[in-house]
């Protein structure tokens, strides 16, 4: 009988390796966000990841909406007319963000750009589209984890609407509660994880 040999994954290489290595390096992050939507509007806030899966974007004050991922779904709640809508992690482009572990060569690839000490990656599922695309951009720095600092991304979700969000005042690996992740539920006005 033949003997089958299977090809095992091919590791990340190259300034994917790279990426892969800083995602991984980095358990916590609270930055500055500002938002911009694809009508020009922007918000800004401050976000706050906790890895695996945890995300936070707390917008400025007067914003009546929030977003939590808590390890399973990414949790949308407008205070304003309260409702909530919840989906899977993995069915967002946040889930390259929020899951270090996944075989960045399967679904993520470099875009070629001019400026060397700028790093950007796009991210999708080629077998769901409907989960739309993410590209991180990157700066070459040696004092963050991995030698990358993620500078923001550009998400755009499956009906093509644009969402621009940057990054400013990172800070890495430093102790976040789960409790951060913890949201009132406008339907019931009772504390939800």
Do not use: C
């Amino acid at each position: 009988m033949p003997v089958i040999a299977i090809a095992a994954p091919q590791p990340a290489t190259g300034d994917l390796a790279a990426v892969q290595h800083h995602l991984r390096s980095v358990e916590t992050m609270t930055a500055a966000f500002s938002q911009t939507d694809r009508a020009g509007k922007v918000l800004t806030g401050v976000l706050t990841l906790k890895k695996p899966g945890k995300i936070r974007f707390q917008y400025e004050k007067g914003v009546p909406i929030l977003i939590v991922g808590d390890g399973h779904a990414l949790t949308f709640i407008d205070y304003s007319v309260k409702q909530v809508q919840r989906w899977p992690i993995g069915n967002s482009p946040l889930a390259v963000l929020l899951n270090p572990y996944r075989d960045m060569t399967k679904f993520a690839k470099i875009v070629p750009g001019i400026d060397p000490r700028i790093l950007s990656v796009e991210a999708y599922d080629p077998k769901h589209p409907e989960y739309g695309r993410i590209t991180l951009v990157f700066i070459r720095n040696a004092a963050a984890p991995g030698g990358l600092m993620l500078q923001g991304w550009v998400a755009l979700d499956s009906q093509n609407n644009r969402t621009t969000i940057r990054l400013s005042n990172q800070q890495f690996n430093a102790p976040v509660s789960d409790r951060t992740f913890n949201w009132n539920d406008p339907r019931r006005n009772s504390p939800k994880n």
